[in-house]
C-alpha cells in the first residue's frame, strides 16, 4: 500500500474509532452505578440504621370503640402497645432491623445494628431507609403510624452506602418552617441516589415485616456480592 493510502486509512480508522466511542458513552444512562465508586469485601461491617418512621398522637374520643377501656387498675400491655402509635411504630422498627442484621449475619456478612444516638464510622456498608407514603397531590411525606394518620400502605426506600465514599442524602426534607421536624414532613427523594422500595402495610403482622426484611435482605446482599472485589478470581 502506497504512503498516502496508508495514511488515509489510519485517518479514516482513528474517525471512526472516535465515533464509535461517543455512540457507547451516548448508550450509557445518565447517572448509571458506576462500579468503581463502591467496595464492599466480606471483611467489613455491615451497619443497619433503623429505618425513618414516624408516629403521631392523635386524640381519641372517649365514647369510641377504641377509646372505651374496662375499669382496672393496670391494662393489658398488649392492649397498651395496639393504641400507642409510638409502640406501634418502635415494634415494627424493631423487627425489621433485627430481621435485616440476623439475614446478613446468617449469609456470612459481620453486620450489626446502628442507634440513631450513635455516631456513623468511617468505614463500612451502611443500610439505611424511610417509610414514605403520598398525600393527595401525590406529594411524598415520611410515613406516620396513628389514628387517622393517612393511607394504610406505605413505602419503603432503602440504600446502601460505602461509608468511605459518602453519598448525597437519600433524600430533602421540606424547609417549610419546622415542618422538617415533625411528624409526616414532606419530603423529596434524591434522584442520584440509588434506591430499592418495598410495599407494606401499616398494620402488617410480625410475620409479614419479617418477610419484607428478609426480601430486603436478599438484595442487600446482590449488591454487596456485585461491589465485592475480593471475590473475583485472577
Known sequence: MKPNRLCRALFLFSVLLFFASQLLRAQDPVGSPKPAGHTFTKEMTVYVSDFELDAQDVQVDQGSAIGQRRPGILERPQKKAQQDPAAQAKMLVDTMSQGIVSDLQKAGYKAQRLTSDEPKPSTGAWVHGVFTQADEGNRLHRA????????????LFVTLTDLSRPEKPLYEASTEGASKDKPGAAISMNPYVAAAKFVMEKNAPEKTVKSTASTISKDIVLHLQQYDNSSTSP
Not at 406516620?144 to 413505602?155: D, L, P, Y
Open 144 to 155: 406516620v403510624i396513628g389514628f387517622g394518620s393517612g393511607q394504610a400502605k406505605m413505602e
